[in-house]
């Protein structure tokens, strides 16, 4: 319904005469899109603002606590610290290597690429295994008791295992986000299915559905929505854990770069790296929404109800 | 008892000899649904199954569309033993049952494509069963933006697009309000005339009861037994306000009183 109140807007309206492009823009949902940017933007605004406030009237000591136009301010030599692959070389002096931009991008790309990944593995392996236990009996005997055993060990646990099966790395950092995230996600996986519509499954089943094709016609696209949720939810924890994971040596990451910040004691360098990974994070969220729009096309927007209380 | 030669015409929609269920059966908290049903549905015929909550009539309905299995007795349908589901016999729920990623028509023939039919037999089949509910330009929506009652009728056009022979309802008008049931209730009645199949409805309204059936069946409460059936020999299309109706909505309300208070006294002397 909103979508019809919305067309008839005056904004809109008066937009249709407008030029071709800025018609496009309002059509797309701009105007939406611009406000949602807007608030964005006051939210964080506002608490950066209430930092410097802080830093202003003396409370928060530019030392330990930098406020945002302290971190932010000198990138050049913030983005000097990204470089932690070659900087300790041999032979290397300060000038060499990379710039500073180049440095942060290098490290940004490093340590997106291990969340992706291990994210992509993780999800795979989860919704497979989860589907399997409640296919075959003998799996859900067999798997789910070391499944549930393992689910509480925290990633730090995980990390002297990754480095003795994978050294260091790249794959070491994977790992660590795919053994953070796997165990939990084959148990909501489990439960996803468990609260299928038993409804849903009678009615492929009156009508001659094998079980190959329930699970694949009717229990699959019905734990979608759910799992897509679960998958918003691990995503943070990806991101968490892939810095605990780069605290070894993976050259280039965020991890890195937080150890290095730590150990030199430059708080600075440190609020820059939470900066970073802050954005990161949200555009990979931002991103998964999008998705979420596109593929669960079938579900009805409760936000829209939500806000008429 | 053997039931393996039974002593019916093959051409019987469905037969149950014996019909029971027991719920955990062999475990501490077994409990007994439905006990001892024989019943004898004719091809074409319209049951309903009428009784207070939780009477076992449900129950019944699972065990004739072959998703439960029954744990005393057995149960017939053109001459096969039920054992397993089959598109013979198509089940109806009380709330909307249908896939909300699948369009309409989607919807409608999934039982086709469970089968390996093309999209084009599929789209073809689909749009002669939305004709006969009056749905068919609704073919390309998708479930969540039709009403109640026009998801119930997309589950009938589902339903029959498997050409069953017998079609099982429970409480399928039971989410609508009086004015759409009214209306569906019409409607079903056109696509049974039209299906030519035997219809076994659940219900606990007596209005729907006697509007509906050839024959009603009372059931008793837990575990569900038959009480009686009781005729309803009215004309098509029928005076529900006439003196004969009347008269058969009284009688089938003090059939049904009786085992309403005997749940009541039950359910207070569980929780006393």
Redesign the interface.
């Known amino acids: 319904m909103a979508v019809v109140e919305r067309d008839v807007r005056p904004s809109d309206a008066a937009a249709g005469t407008s030029r071709p492009a800025a018609r496009w823009f309002l059509s797309v949902g701009g105007i939406d899109w611009l406000t949602k940017a807007w608030w964005t933007c006051l939210s964080v605004g506002l608490f950066a603002g209430l930092w410097e406030l802080l830093w202003a009237v003396g409370w928060a000591d530019p030392q330990l606590l930098p406020p945002p136009h302290i971190f932010l301010s000198d990138f050049g030599e913030q983005g000097k610290f990204f470089n932690t692959a070659t900087r300790w070389q041999v032979g290397q002096s300060m000038g060499e290597g990379p710039s500073a931009f180049e440095s942060v991008m290098i490290t940004v790309a490093a340590t997106t690429m291990r969340v992706f990944v291990g994210l992509v593995i993780a999800c795979v392996l989860a919704i497979s295994v989860g589907v399997a236990v409640r296919y075959w009996h003998v799996i859900d005997k067999l798997v789910l008791p070391t499944v549930t055993l393992l689910s509480p060990v925290s990633p730090i646990a995980w990390l002297p295992v990754a480095i003795f099966l994978f050294g260091i790395g790249n794959a070491p950092a994977i790992f660590m986000v795919v053994v953070a995230l796997f165990f939990h996600m084959v148990l909501a996986t489990i439960a996803q299915i468990d609260s299928v519509?038993p409804?849903?499954i009678?009615?492929?089943?009156?009508?001659?559905?094998s079980k190959h094709?329930i699970y694949g016609?009717?229990i699959v696209?019905?734990i979608?929505p759910g799992m897509l949720q679960v998958l918003r939810m691990n995503l943070f924890g990806a991101w968490m854990v892939v810095l605990v994971a780069e605290s070894t040596g993976v050259g280039y990451g965020m991890g890195q770069v937080i150890m290095l910040a730590r150990n030199t004691f430059n708080p600075s360098l440190v609020f820059f790296t939470i900066a970073v990974v802050g954005v990161l994070g949200f555009g990979f969220d931002w991103l998964l929404r999008l998705a979420q729009r596109r593929i669960l096309?079938?579900?009805?927007d409760t936000q829209e109800k939500l806000r008429g209380l | 008892m053997a039931f393996d030669a039974p002593h019916f015409s093959s051409r019987t929609a469905v037969v149950c000899r014996g019909a029971g269920k027991t719920w955990a059966a062999g475990t501490k908290r077994a409990h007994e649904a439905l006990r001892d049903v024989d019943l004898d549905i004719a091809p074409g015929e319209f049951v309903v199954f009428l009784g207070p909550s939780g009477c076992g009539k449900s129950t019944l309905l699972y065990l004739i569309?072959?998703?439960e299995d029954a744990t005393d007795g057995a149960i017939w349908s053109f001459g096969d033993k039920v054992e397993t589901?089959?598109?013979q016999?198509?089940?109806i729920?009380q709330?909307t049952?249908l896939?909300?990623?699948l369009t309409v028509w989607q919807n409608v023939s999934?039982?086709l494509?469970?089968?390996g039919a093309s999209q084009a037999e599929r789209r073809r089949v689909a749009a002669e069963a939305l004709q006969r509910v009056g749905l068919k330009a609704a073919m390309d929506k998708?479930?969540?933006e039709l009403s109640g009652g026009m998801r119930q009728r997309v589950a009938v056009a589902?339903a029959l697009a498997?050409r069953p022979k017998v079609l099982l309802m429970d409480e399928p008008f039971a989410a609508l309000d009086v004015q759409t049931r009214a209306r569906m209730q019409d409607f079903l009645l056109d696509v049974w005339r039209d299906s030519g199949a035997s219809v076994l409805f659940v219900t606990h309204h007596i209005d729907e009861a006697v509007a509906l059936a050839d024959r009603v069946v009372v059931f008793t409460a837990r575990p569900g037994r038959i009480k009686t059936i009781v005729p309803i020999d009215l004309p098509r299309p029928r005076n529900l306000f006439s003196r004969e109706a009347e008269a058969l909505r009284i009688q089938l309300t003090d059939l049904l009183r009786d085992e309403v208070d005997r749940a009541f006294a039950e359910q207070e002397a569980m929780t006393a």
Not at chain 1, 297 to 300: R, S
């Open positions: 519509s409804n849903l009678n009615v492929a089943r009156t009508m001659g559905a094709q016609r009717v696209p019905a979608l096309y079938w579900l009805p | 569309a072959g998703l589901p089959s598109p016999r198509s089940l729920f709330e049952s896939f909300p990623w999934f039982g494509a469970i089968r998708r479930p969540d589902r498997m």
